[in-house]
């Protein structure tokens, strides 16, 4: 198994800026397997927001992240990061990590095995 653990959330104003982390602890071996981020805002369907393959030389970013978040990695320390600026009140949502079982980026909610618990992140105007 494999345990992932978020951190960073938090509240803002608009036009701020958050970063999350998210370790891996648990099964060893896999610290080279692809790492998402999703979010869940209420009522809403949790949805894709950037994926970075276990190299950390390939991303994928959702239309909404581009240009305002970066997903990055280091595989040392079984983390996985994504920085968040120009936050709006549309980022609202608990996010989540994610680690898939391939090596490639994917935004399919159905490539990735793990799952963390979440970490809150409130955007007010």
């Known amino acids: 198994q494999v345990q992932l653990v978020e951190s960073g959330g938090g509240s803002v104003q608009t036009g701020g800026v958050l970063k999350l982390a998210c370790t891996a602890s648990?099964?060893?071996?896999?610290?080279?397997?692809?790492m998402g981020w999703f979010r869940q805002a209420p009522g809403k369907e949790r949805e894709f927001v950037a994926s970075?393959?276990?190299?950390?030389?390939?991303?994928t970013y959702a239309d909404s992240a581009k240009g305002r978040f970066t997903i990055s990695r280091d595989n040392a320390k079984n983390t996985v990061y994504l920085q968040m600026n120009s936050l709006k009140p549309d980022d609202t949502a608990v996010y989540y990590c994610?680690?898939?079982?391939?090596?490639?980026?994917?935004?399919?909610?159905?490539?990735?095995?793990?799952w963390g618990q979440g970490t809150q992140v409130t955007v007010s105007t």
């Open positions: 648990g099964r060893t071996g896999r610290s080279g397997h692809q």
């Open positions: 970075i393959s276990g190299s950390g030389l390939g991303t």
């Open positions: 994610a680690q898939g079982n391939g090596y490639v980026t994917t935004h399919r909610i159905s490539d990735y095995a793990y």
